[in-house]
């Protein structure tokens, strides 16, 4: 198997990043003597011949779109090359792994996915039968491998060029963007997050030169722009910070993005004159809703006292906050949904959204920290083990429809590529009119002035 080849690793999806679920485990295969072929299907074709050449086929699922995409791709490559070894490895893997195994997959690998998959590799090699530790087959239900990485700096030359993949957009330029991670895992248990049920609270910190090397080979290579991709940048926030000065100093034009929780950024708020001064562009950070009641149920930690804050410091630093939002849960109203969008309407702040966050709709996937609430008998409905996630219905209607048709509009605006202040009334129009009222979109517009584009990557964000 070690043969150019033989080993065929596929991405299908990384939010428009160079595919860093490949590049870390080309790594780890190439110090062990393999010559894996790595594929990202997001940009590039894969042929047949690749496929039926294929021994074994591991296929990147860090999220439900790869993982709808990448289920897809082993049907075809189960159809090509029936007796191809398929393990899907990532976050959503193992959370999915019972239907998968029956319908498609050989084996699959949740969280620190490269070493079990070079084992099973190896065990496939030499022709052994016996369980693999944190391999889940139908044979053998593993819990999702959680333990310390020996990290490598990862291996990128295979892959496409950084042209192929999203830029920042900083007002009318663009510049080539990279990707790393810092840590893996997260140490919150946020209730709807699908990491939860995978790493159950613990986080990894990935050694700051490799960090370091993987930023100077991406750089060297054209990016101008790093996004931190962990959960929480700041899970350790003396490691992160080491890390973006460092950056810094070898790179002082280089920027970044990261994503940390609101209640980091207020803890640690002395922290942001240095992020800043080390070259920040913006911060991601998971606010999902300014619904109290919400933020509640989902366990996050933070108020919307706690969301205005944020946003007031983050302005006053000079790093824009761009939230990411989960509008669509049995707890959201469409008053709140009104609420929200008149809050980022009235403070100026439509830019900082990217308009498909305005249709979120909660997932639950198997294994969910949510199907444990006592209430949730009351809008919860059967496992639809072919979409990935169990069904659930909103308590008021209407609320269902109008995610319906929040989410066809704001797809059609970014295959458009229509103008985000006009999208969000739009947006604003559907929600009033669930209430019977009428909205003027021109008129909204109008009053709220010409947009500005504020720092952010080319492709919107999707789970």
């Not at 931190?228 to 973006?244: E, K, M, Q, S, Y």
Request: charged share 20%.
């Amino acid at each position: 198997m070690r043969a150019s080849g033989h080993i065929l690793l596929i991405s299908c999806y990384e939010l428009g990043h160079q595919p860093f679920h490949l590049a870390s485990l080309l790594a780890m295969l190439e110090e062990a003597g393999y010559r894996p072929m790595a594929v990202d299907t997001a940009v590039d074709e894969l042929s047949d011949e690749v496929i039926q050449q294929a021994r074994f086929v591991g296929i990147s699922v860090p999220m439900h779109t790869a993982l709808r995409l990448g289920t897809q791709l082993a049907q075809r490559v189960r159809s090509i090359n029936p007796d191809a070894h398929i393990c899907f490895y990532g976050l959503y893997a193992l959370l999915n792994a019972e239907y998968l195994l029956k319908e498609t997959i050989d084996a699959a690998i949740g969280g620190e996915y490269e070493v079990p998959l070079l084992h099973l590799i190896a065990a496939l090699e030499q022709g052994e039968q016996k369980p693999v530790a944190g391999v889940y087959t139908a044979q053998q239900k593993s819990e999702a491998w959680v333990q310390r990485t020996p990290f490598r700096v990862p291996v990128r030359q295979q892959l496409p060029d950084l042209q192929q993949y999203a830029r920042l957009q900083w007002g009318d330029k663009l510049w080539l963007a990279g990707y790393t991670e810092a840590t893996r895992g997260c140490k919150h248990t946020c209730l709807h997050c699908p990491i939860t049920p995978v790493y159950n609270g613990r986080f990894f910190a990935v050694p700051i030169e490799i960090v370091l090397a993987d930023i100077r080979a991406q750089v060297a290579r054209g990016a101008q722009h790093i996004t931190f991709g962990d959960p929480d940048f700041w899970n350790g926030p003396t490691h992160a910070l080491r890390i973006v000065q460092a950056m810094h100093r070898e790179f002082p034009t280089v920027t970044f993005d990261a994503t940390i929780k609101i209640e980091h950024l207020l803890k640690h708020r002395h922290l942001l004159p240095i992020m800043k001064d080390a070259g920040c562009a913006f911060i991601v950070s998971a606010v999902e809703s300014l619904n109290d009641t919400v933020l509640r149920h989902l366990d996050k930690g933070h108020t919307q006292a706690d969301i205005i804050e944020v946003f007031d410091l983050l302005a006053e630093v000079g790093i824009v906050l761009r939230p990411s939002l989960l509008p669509f849960t049995p707890w959201e109203t469409l008053g709140s949904y009104l609420q929200m969008l008149t809050f980022f309407a009235q403070r100026h702040l439509i830019e900082h959204l990217d308009a498909v966050h305005l249709s979120i709709r909660l997932l639950i996937p198997p294994g969910s920290a949510l199907l444990a609430l006592p209430e949730s008998h009351a809008w919860l409905d059967d496992l639809d083990a072919a979409a990935y996630t169990y069904r659930w219905h909103h308590p008021d209607p209407r609320m269902d429809r109008l995610q319906a048709q929040i989410a066809a509009l704001v797809e059609t605006a970014e295959q458009t590529k229509a103008d985000t202040v006009e999208t969000f009334f739009q947006v604003m129009a559907l929600a009033y009119a669930a209430l019977g009222h009428d909205f003027s979109v021109a008129d909204a517009q109008a009053d709220y002035g010409p947009g500005k584009v504020l720092p952010h990557l080319t492709e919107s964000w999707f789970c």
